[in-house]
């Protein structure tokens, strides 16, 4: 382990520019906010939007029917693409 002395001046010049910076970052996601980009739905949402099991909700992804976005272990989905499933299957069980 390497230990670095600052000189307090330095370290607190450099704590207010972090702090400026957050605040951009801040202000530009408030600014951006959701662009198109509605709630994700995650597992249990679609499960229940579409009335399916977990298993044929893995099929979809299998498949290539539903797209989806993975951040970790944990699975996500555009509602516009949940939406047109569900409008595809209610054409099919029409006919």
């Known amino acids: ?6 000189e307090k001046r330095t370290f607190e010049s ?3 520019k972090f702090e400026a910076f957050a605040q951009r970052v801040e202000t530009m996601c408030v600014h951006s906010g959701d662009k ?10 679609v499960c229940q939007l579409l ?6 909700l893995q099929t979809y992804r299998d498949n290539g ?3 989806y976005s993975q951040i970790g272990h944990k699975i996500f989905y ?7 499933l569900f409008e595809k299957s ?4 029409k006919q």
Do not use: F, G
Not at 1 to 6: L, Q, Y
Not at 36 to 45: G, I, R, S, V, Y
Not at 90 to 93: R, S
């Open 1 to 6: 382990m390497e230990i670095i002395n600052v």
């Open 14 to 16: 450099m704590l207010a």
């Open 36 to 45: 198109n980009m509605q709630k994700w739905l995650d597992n249990q949402d």
């Open 51 to 56: 009335n399916i099991s977990k298993r044929t």
């Open 65 to 67: 029917t539903l797209p």
């Open 78 to 84: 555009r509602p516009d693409e949940v939406q047109r």
């Open 90 to 93: 209610a054409v099919i069980h």
